[in-house]
């Protein structure tokens, strides 16, 4: 989280004229606002396409170098356009026109388009109004709720997540060597990504630089965690691929989350007091056949977020990747899931062990029952008046 300290010491607020007279202007540039939402488990993609009526259209990446074909969505995601209200953030307007992104694996990602022009300063205070935007959280939100109810009978399980990821990608027109002004304006470039109206410290000024990547000399792209800046005149597959990183990032948050629930689930079924009979109840097949379900869901969710997306071959595109899934962390959020997968399956097994045991149980008692009936039995039989 950032720490927007607005009661802060004034000698560390940068003064937006100071900023206006020493920073550059932006002759043109795009500001891609973007929300990801998580609205079931799976999309099919065909079907919701039969039952959009608005634009639309697949997504595909187009390769600015030599790249092979099996670069690649599998399957490629679904692009809706809709016509949008002007919004006002900050100094800016958003366009009149915004995109819906429908991914299979249950994710929809929605993206304002915001014309952006002036000082580098402008762009710190389009930066710190994005940040929360409540404008945009609600739009954002009622058109994810409008589209599931178009597309319902298309998604699995539907069920659009509280949680929502926010990232903001600032597509500037590089003019001449964009390297030079990444070095230049080292400071003003970090506050806007890191959001902050504060003078940073170096130390957190390279921090925000230090995933800052080129393909040519006349572009460069700054990933940090919460936006990125990309200098260059056509960079939608390098935004494709930040698009896609941040609703992966969506997606492992809200495994996670659902993750702890059936942990939480499966250990009250484990430590539920207790003995019944399988003949008498269906309380432990119940339990088990739910666990079972929890682990099956979780496991497609996490394979299908991660096989979306073919890597292999086009180099650069897979370091911005790389870059991204390091400042997001999407390394550990694997790593985390992975654990909770496994302590699910452990704890499957546990209780179909336990019941597999309460089966021998009974039969063994049934046994012992029919043994003692078959020796009691003949002299019952030779007791008089039988």
Known sequence: MRTDNEIGNPENVAPASAHAEHTPAVERGTCYAVFAYSIGLSIDLQEAERRINTDKRRETIKHRHRAPQYFKYDPPPLRVTQES?????GPFDSADRLNLVLYDFGAVSVTYEIAVDGPLSSLMALSNELYDNPKLLTD???RVVELVETIKPAITKPSISDLVEDYAVYELTPGINPHRKTTAYRQE?????????NFLSDQEVDDAHACTLSFGRDDTVIIDWNAAVLFDRDGDDVRMVLDYANVELLQLR????RLDL??????????KRGWRLPFLGRSNANDLR?????????????EGVNNALKLLGDQYLARVYRAASQRLHLGEWDATILRKLQTLESTYEKMSDRQTNRRMEVLEWIIII???ASIALPFVLTVPGY
């Open 290 to 302: 739910r666990v079972a379900e929890l682990q099956l869901d979780g496991a497609m969710l996490f």
């Open 262 to 271: 059936a942990l939480a689930e499966s250990y009250r079924a484990v430590t």
């Open 189 to 197: 470039l970090a506050q806007i990504l890191r959001a902050e109206r």
């Open 370 to 372: 029919l043994i003692a």
């Open 85 to 89: 209200v002007r919004i006002h953030v």
């Open 140 to 142: 954002s939100r009622r």
């Open 254 to 257: 809200y495994l996670d989350d």
